[in-house]
C-alpha cells in the first residue's frame, strides 16, 4: 500500500463500511505513515482519511453501546 496514489474515500464511501473495513483501512494509514515511504503530503492526506475512520468507528460502537443498554433495560 505504501507509495501507492490513493484518492480519499468520500464522506458516503466512509459510512457504508463495516467497522472491520474501517479498522483495516486504518491500519493501513498508520503503516504508510510510519513507514516514511510517503511524503508530507500524502502523509497529511492519510492522516485526514485516518481521522475519518477514527469517526466513524466510534459512531458505530457508540450506536452498538445504545443498543446494548436498550437489550439490557428489556432485559431488567
Do not use: W
Not at 459510512?15 to 483495516?24: L, N, P
Not at 491500519?27 to 504508510?32: F, K, L, M, R
Not at 510517503?38 to 492526506?45: K, N
Not at 475512520?53 to 433495560?73: D, G, S, V, W, Y
Request: proline share 1%; with cysteine.
Amino acid at each position: 500500500m505504501a507509495n501507492e496514489e490513493q484518492k480519499p474515500l468520500t464522506e458516503e464511501q466512509v459510512s457504508k463500511m463495516t467497522f472491520e473495513q474501517a479498522i483495516d483501512t486504518l491500519t493501513g494509514i498508520v503503516e504508510n505513515i510510519e513507514g516514511g515511504e510517503i511524503g508530507l503530503e500524502q502523509s497529511l492526506a492519510q492522516y485526514e482519511q485516518g481521522m475519518a475512520m477514527i469517526k466513524h468507528c466510534r459512531k458505530i460502537l457508540t450506536q452498538a453501546e445504545k443498543r446494548i443498554e436498550k437489550l439490557t433495560q428489556k432485559d431488567s
